[in-house]
C-alpha cells in the first residue's frame, strides 16, 4: 500500500472514530479543511509532517500514536524516479 493511502485510510478511520467531520477536525487542527479533504480524497500524494502533526493535535495524540496502525505496515512510497531514464518525475 502507498503511504499516501494508508495516511488516507487512517484520517477517515479517526475521523469516524472521534465522530469527526473533516470541517471540525480542522478547526481543531488549526488548518484548513482543504488539506484534511484532500488527504481523504487522495488528491495530496505526500502529506507534510507538519499537518499530519497539526492533525494528531487536533485529535489529542501523539503523532507516534497516528502511525501506531495496521495501514502502515509495508507502506511504500511514491516513487520519484522513472527508472527507464533516471528522470524525477
Given at each position: 500500500?502507498?503511504?499516501s493511502d494508508a495516511i488516507r485510510l487512517r484520517i477517515e478511520q479517526l475521523l469516524k472514530e472521534n465522530s469527526l467531520t473533516a470541517y471540525r477536525l480542522s478547526y481543531l487542527a488549526g488548518i484548513s479543511t482543504s488539506i484534511i479533504s484532500d488527504c481523504k480524497r487522495g488528491k495530496v500524494k505526500e502529506?507534510?509532517?507538519?499537518?499530519?502533526?497539526?492533525?494528531?493535535?487536533?485529535?489529542?495524540?501523539?503523532?507516534?500514536?497516528?502511525?501506531?496502525?495496521?495501514?502502515?505496515?509495508?507502506?511504500?512510497?511514491?516513487?520519484?524516479?522513472?527508472?527507464?531514464d533516471s528522470r524525477i518525475v
Open positions: 500500500m502507498l503511504l502529506p507534510t509532517v507538519s499537518s499530519i502533526i497539526h492533525i494528531c493535535e487536533g485529535l489529542n495524540m501523539q503523532l507516534k500514536d497516528f502511525f501506531d496502525s495496521p495501514y502502515f505496515q509495508d507502506v511504500e512510497a511514491i516513487d520519484r524516479f522513472d527508472r527507464s
